[in-house]
Structure formats: C-alpha cells, structure tokens
C-alpha cells in the first residue's frame, strides 16, 4: 500500500518496510521503494507499513495488555491552546524533554477515498474524509484509548495528510487499516490562511470535531459540572450488529390533518425525581420509553423533540458570565448534526449506547402509533461569535464556508440567530451537509419529520440577503429520502425576516402560525376588536394558507410552545419573571399577550384559581377545534361600511384578499389595476372597484375555510408553572422538569385536556384536509362590526354522518344568552363541554341532552354542544 502521509515529529511514527527492521520516523523515507513511482512500484516492492506511538498515561491501557512492545522515549511536546475559549485557562504545555510511554501500534494507511464525507467502514479498514476548501494542511488525529479525564485528549496519534496525495478537489482524506471497529476517538487539526478580514479563523491547536461524525464523545453525564470543560471528538460504531426493529414493525405514517403533536423535551419530560423512574433512567430516550401509557392516556399521535442532536449543555460555563451558573437545558446550540445527544443515554453508556436507545425510543413510539419529529436547528452552532468564539468544528476547518460574514466589515460574522453566529444554509456544500443530515436521521433511526428552528434563516443567501426561492428550503421539499416527512417551518428569524403564511413552500412545507398563537391569545383574555381575527385564526388561516396546493393542515396551530410562558403561566402572570437567568430580565419576550386573572403569580384566592382554570380550558377547546374562516365577511362587510379606508387597514386586510382573488383569476378585470396597488391614488381606485365586485357577488362566492394542526407544550395538561419565566433554556430543574406529582394533584385538570383530544380524534369534521365551504359552517353572528362584541358561535355541519358540533365563545365578564339553532332533523343537542362547570361535568363524552332554545354561557367561558339522535 503506498504511504501518502507525512509524520508529524515528536508523535513517535515510524515506518517499517514489511516486517523487517523499524525505521525511525525521521530518516529519509525517500530512499524507500514505496515512495519511487507510486502505486506502480509498491505492487514490486514489500507492504509498506507505518507503527504509530500512542502518548499515554502512565495508567495501565487495554492497548498495553494487547501490544507488549513498549518503550520510553522523549517526545517534543506541543504548546497548546485551549480548545475552547480564549478565557479558560489550562496547563500550557512548553517545548522540553520529559518521559512519556510510548505504544507501538502496527497501522497501515493508502490514500483512501474522498467520499462519504466522515468516517466509514471500507474493505481496507476505516475511511476518513473532511471538507475544507481554504486549509493549507490537515492533520488527522486518533485516540486508541478509553480517556480517563474527559478534560483531555488523552494519548493522541496524528498524522499529517499530504496534500498533493491525500486531496481530491477540496477534500482531504485517508484510510486506516489497523483500527478497531469502535471505541476510537477521532478529529482534525486544521491549519489555513491567517487573514482575519478574509473570513479565515484557523487554529492548528484546536482539535476539531468532524462535522459529518455519526457519533459524538464528550462528558458521559449531563449536566457535570466538574467536567463542564470536556473535549467532543468524534467516534464510530461498525462493531455492532444492526438494530433491529422487529418483523412487525412499521412506521405510523399518519395523515398530517389527524396529528396531534406533543412538544417536549427528552430530558426534561422524566429527569424529575417524581416520574418514578430510577436515576440511570431519568432524563434518557429509555425514559420516554417508559412514559409512552401517559401519552396514550393523553391522547396525542406525534411527539416534537427538542433538540437531541449533540450539543454541550454546559456551554455557558466556559468562562465568567451573567450566564455561567445555567445548563443548557433546551439544547438550541448544536454542535453536530448527525449524532444522538450522546448525555440522554441512560446511566452514562456513551455515544454509542445512545445510538441505540434513540432507535428503541423511536420504535417504542412508533409500535404505539406515536410519530417522531426533531426540532432542529441548522441556523446557528454552538460556536458563539468572534468576541466569545467556542471553536469545536466549523468555525477552524473552514469558517469563511460554513457561516455568513461581512466581508466589507472585517468579516464580521452576520447574527440573524440571535446566537452570535449564522449558518451560511444555502452555500452549496453547507446545504449538501444539512441534506444528508436529514436523509441520515429518516434512514438510520426512522424519524418522521422535522420543525426547523428559524427556518427563515435557510431563506437568506450566503450574504445574507432574502432569497424568494431559496436552494435549500427547495431542496428539502423535493428530495426523495424526505418525501414522506413532515417539514414544519419556524417562519421567522431574529433580524425580522418574518415569512408566517409567506414562507416558500413547494406545497410541502407546514408553518408554525404565529398569529394563530397571538389571536387566539388577545380573544380569549377579552381584548376588544378581535373577534374577527380569532374567527379566522381559530378556522385555519384561509388567509394565510389558501394559496397554490397548500392545504389547511400545513398551519401548526398553537397557543404554547417551548418559547415563552406555560398554559399557567399564560393565565398567571401578566409580566415575565426571568430573574433567575441572570440577565437582569433582559432576556425573554416583553410582550407576551397574557392576564394574570386578577392576580400577580400564586395565589389561594378560589375566585382569582376558578377564573384561570376555565381560561386554560377555553384555549385549549379553541386549539383542538380550529376550524372555518370568517374573515372575507368580516372584512369585507366592515370596508364597505367605513368612510375614508385607511392605507393601514388595507394592507393589512384588502390586499392580501384582492391578491388572492387576482391569483386565482376569479377577477381577471383587477389584474392591471392590482399592479398598482401600493401606488398613491390608484391604490383608491383599486379598493373601490374591488368592493364594487365584492358586493355584486359576495352571495355567490364560495367562502373559503380551513382547518389546522393543533400542537400542545409538554406539562400544560397538568398545569406546569416555570414561575412567570419565559426563557427558561438555562435551568435543568423543576423550572422545566415535568412535574408527575401534579398529574395526581391535578387529575380534573388532566381529565380535560385528554378527553377534549380524543374528541377531536372522534370527530372527522374537526380534521378536514380540504379548505371548506360556506354549507360547512353557519355562523351565528349579526355584530360583526362591534369591537366591543367578545361573544362567537357557529355551528359545523356533517351532511354525511348528520353529528353538527355548535360551539360557543364567551370572552365578556358578564354571562351571555345564547339563542341555540335548531338541531338537525330527528337528532337532539347534546352537551359535551362547559368550561366553567366543575369536573367531570366539564366533559362529558357521552354528553348531556338539551332541550332548550337558549344556554346561559358564563364570563370567560366556552360550550360544546353535539347533535345525536
């Protein structure tokens, strides 16, 4: 095999031509045969083989009791910088003799391959490949040993790639023969250009994590604090048999206008000591195992993981902070794209345990018809900005590629994140590297979609300008591995790009609907003037989401997410409370739509208790029934009545319906006119023509309606409070830890927010995958233009199976007659929900018969009543 590698001095390689006599590492290795005319003359000359030394502790290794050959020798050390932050501080290393034990280790090396990217297993033994395309030379460094103190590298071998043999284009790479088929840590040193103002970040004396590693290595327990400062490198596991996941198994599949998905977090949903759960098992994959009867019990199809690709949970502790005393619990910092969270194995096993456990999680889940979706974050890493950087991988094997810089401005690093940095996702070979992350999740460990965190990040170019048809976000759409993955899309950034019911989508895409979440918010609080808009939020966001082959599932309906306060908290607490983050309430959201019913915080007052009770249960019926659309009436009604329509009202309201209109070429004679829209006086003439049409057929017009796909926040079906913080990320305790005490202690609570669930699930005409028409729905309605009216209801009408569902809104402080229509023919009303009866009469599945004409809905209230014979 020919020899393309250059040894590095003081790492004590040595080369041996065939088995004969060793030859020291600095002799000249040109006189060898091997190195005359290539590959040519090695098929006439003995195998050339390199033994490699192995610094190690002076602790006893599994590699000492394999190899006996063991020698002493004085190696030139190397100063080394820490890996992390210029700001820890570690032992530097000076160049002087002192006595190391060295290993001899029979490896063999050949040029390798320069694809897959990462590490592989090939006929010759193991396969590395790594992309930069501005180093100068890269240095492939192996651990053969258990590491004692995560603190360290440990005995390191490294060999220089030579880069006139060991590169192809703009990558560098080698194969190893010799090594095992696992427990072997890996990474690169990487050298380039030190031109600051050119975008280059180069630092030969980090260690780099590759970034296409499949499995990461670091601390093996989340959250230790004594090893806050552990190196990551990366590691492989070809030893094991694959995992199987059994003869009748199969994934779920199941139509995204059914879901209901569960936002949660792995570690925090069992690391509580009240879940039961003994302490190797808390906080792990295994322990959402264990916990899949509740989520059968609660009645969700889908969980939607927080982050669990690898990232350093004790990031902020790097150096001093207001920060430094949090653990980052949330794990919005990824550090590689392709390994597990290698902490959420249970009792420390390791990446590789870890791997492993992912898939019996996922299998677990999907054999109880439970779909897998990952939060993912491909808009930032871990690596901090230029003032903190924490360097692990992108950042020192080619920054000016993987993330968005000024380069009129020193190349400063661009921060549309928020985080310090931002991933450059539609560079070519940054997009080809999050493809093959996402292909690499469905295929390997069978996942069933992705929420993408920022996702308007991965709709800006390499210099950070909005792209309209952005590469990647394409890209995903139409990739075959992905094309039975649900693609949900965060559709904002933290620099404004603000794309909710806008976001390129390719009919694939689904959107967290943001204005669902702050509509339904200011409604049920009873803000006046809204009622309009929570008609349409509550319908699907026709508006939003009725354009091309979009359908009404691709808006994720929610009042709560991770972001920002609980369902308690929402009812609880009019301001944040984030003074244990240590910011001095910088951080977090200001405006959060919220009303604390009274009172700041707890309280024993059974008024202040009743009133957030019912609140809690009334947005929790208007997210399991978000149905129809109302808008087009209202809006249209109202610009018809109001003199001198403001440029405000109407973009906000007219524009969008006459642009949808206009596309659907239902008014081919507004084209021309709609072209000018935002231009002065034809701006008038355009709005008074538009009305002229409307009001001629707006009786004849099919008004459009929509459904959505409702998401709930781990814990709000017990009631879980984080005490009035809405940026809780940084606490690994009973702040985000589900609380299973409260299950029981808030049993009624539970009872509701389940049963309303399987009521959906129950009723088809709740999970529609069609936009509806105007016989769908009977709005029961004559005060539309009242801003003061905070009273909705209206009626779904199932012409197949004859079960109508009328439902009513109350968001007055006073109690509201409802004049109750008529059921259909041969059927009576039932009463399934009164959000302000005490359990189990707030819920009654079988539901109760009614007879009346009217129903006296309470202050702040809501009422299901279903039609039965």
């Avoid at 794209?337 to 870890?354: I, T, W």
């Avoid at 792209?467 to 649900?486: F, M, T």
């Avoid at 129950?762 to 709005?779: A, E, G, S, Y």
Wanted: aromatic share 12%; net charge neutral.
């Amino acid at each position: 095999m020919e020899s393309l590698l250059s040894p590095v001095q003081g790492q004590g390689i040595k080369a041996s031509p065939g088995f004969g006599t060793r030859i020291r590492s600095d002799a000249p290795l040109l006189a060898s045969t091997a190195f005359l005319s290539g590959p040519s003359a090695l098929r006439s000359s003995p195998p050339f083989r390199f033994e490699m030394g192995v610094r190690l502790s002076k602790a006893a290794s599994w590699w000492q009791r394999k190899f006996s050959k063991v020698r002493r020798r004085d190696p030139a050390e190397r100063t080394t910088r820490n890996v992390y932050d210029q700001h820890v501080q570690e032992s530097m290393v000076e160049e002087k003799d002192s006595p190391v034990l060295e290993i001899g280790i029979p490896l063999k090396y050949s040029p390798g391959k320069a694809f897959p990217l990462g590490a592989s297993k090939v006929e010759d033994g193991i396969n590395f490949a790594l992309f930069s395309q501005h180093a100068s030379s890269v240095l492939l460094s192996l651990s053969l040993q258990e590491r004692k103190n995560v603190n360290e590298y440990g005995g390191m071998v490294e060999v220089a790639l030579d880069p006139h043999k060991n590169k192809t284009g703009d990558i560098w790479h080698v194969c190893v023969e010799g090594l095992p088929d696992s427990g072997v840590l890996y990474g690169y040193r990487v050298d380039g250009p030190q031109r600051w103002e050119q975008g280059h970040r180069y630092d030969s004396s980090i260690i780099l994590l590759d970034p296409y590693a499949k499995l990461v290595a670091g601390r093996k327990l989340f959250g230790d604090v004594p090893n806050k400062t552990s190196k990551f490198l990366g590691t492989f596991d070809f030893s094991s048999l694959p995992f199987d996941w059994g003869p009748d198994y199969k994934i779920p599949n199941i139509p995204e206008a059914d879901l209901v998905i569960y936002e949660m977090n792995v570690r925090s949903f069992t690391a509580d000591v009240s879940s039961g759960l003994d302490p190797g098992t808390r906080g792990s994959y295994l322990g959402v195992i264990n916990k899949i009867p509740h989520l059968l019990e609660l009645g969700i199809n889908a969980v939607e993981l927080l982050p669990v690709f690898e990232f350093d949970e004790l990031e902020f502790q790097r150096y001093p902070n207001p920060r430094d005393h949090m653990i980052n619990t949330w794990g919005y910092s990824t550090m590689n794209f392709f390994a597990p969270m290698s902490r959420y194995a249970s009792s420390g096993g390791g990446p590789a345990a870890a791997a492993q456990e992912f898939k019996q999680m996922v299998k677990s889940l999907h054999n109880a018809g439970i779909e897998v979706i990952l939060d993912v974050v491909y808009n930032h890493t871990n690596e901090a900005d230029d003032d903190h950087p924490y360097t692990t991988s992108f950042r020192g094997i080619d920054n000016k590629v993987y993330y968005m810089m000024d380069l009129q401005n020193n190349a400063e690093l661009l921060n549309f994140s928020g985080c310090g940095n931002t991933f450059n996702c539609n560079h070519p070979v940054v997009m080809e590297l999050i493809l093959d992350s996402l292909r690499h999740w469905v295929k390997e460990y069978h996942v069933d979609g992705f929420r993408f965190d920022l996702a308007s990040v991965l709709c800006r170019g390499t210099d950070g300008t909005p792209l309209n048809a952005p590469p990647l976000v394409k890209a995903i759409a139409k990739d075959a591995v992905l094309s039975r993955c649900k693609i949900i899309a965060e559709p904002w950034d933290c620099a404004g790009l603000y794309l909710v019911g806008r976001f390129p989508n390719w009919d694939r895409w689904a959107e967290w609907n943001g204005k669902y979440r702050d509509d339904v918010r200011r409604f049920i609080k009873g803000d006046p003037g809204v009622k309009g808009t929570f008609a349409t939020r509550v319908s699907g966001s026709a508006d939003l989401y009725q354009v091309n082959k979009r359908k009404p599932y691709h808006s994720i309906n929610f009042v709560i997410a991770h972001d920002g306060f609980t369902l308690y908290d929402l009812v609880s607490y009019n301001f944040k409370h984030n003074d244990a983050n240590g910011e001095g309430g910088k951080d977090g959201s200001n405006d959060n739509l919220s009303w604390n019913c009274g009172f700041e915080g707890e309280t024993d007052d059974v008024n202040v208790l009743s009133l957030r009770s019912r609140q809690m249960k009334n947005f929790h019926v208007a997210l399991m029934i978000s149905q129809e659309d109302r808008a087009r009436k209202v809006i249209l009604r109202s610009s018809m009545k109001t003199p001198g329509i403001t440029d405000h009202f109407l973009s906000r309201n007219i524009q969008v319906l006459m642009l949808q209109y206009v596309k659907a070429k239902v008014f081919p004679d507004l084209i021309q006119i709609s072209l000018c829209a935002n231009h002065g006086k034809c701006w008038q003439v355009l709005v008074k023509r538009f009305i002229q049409v409307m009001n001629v057929i707006i009786l004849d017009f099919p008004i459009i309606q929509a459904t959505g796909t409702p998401m709930m926040l781990m814990g709000d079906e017990c009631g879980h409070t984080r005490d009035g913080n809405n940026n809780s990320y940084g606490h690994d305790t009973a702040i985000n830890h589900f609380q299973w005490r409260q299950l029981k202690a808030r049993g009624d609570h539970f009872r509701f927010f389940s049963e309303m669930i399987k009521f959906r699930h129950r009723h088809p005409i709740l999970r529609r995958n069609r936009f509806l028409t105007k016989n769908d729905v009977t709005w029961h309605e004559d005060n539309w233009d009242n801003s003061e009216s905070k009273f909705l209801a209206f009626t779904f009408h199932d012409d197949k199976l004859g079960g109508d569902i009328y439902l009513a809104f109350n968001a007055h402080d006073y109690l509201v007659k409802a004049v109750i229509p008529s059921p259909p023919q041969k059927q009576q009303w039932h009463r399934v929900v009164d959000t302000n009866l005490e359990s189990p009469n707030d819920f009654v599945p079988e539901g109760v018969p009614f007879r009346g004409s009217g129903y006296n809905v309470a202050p702040y209230s809501s009422i299901i009543l279903e039609a039965k014979p």
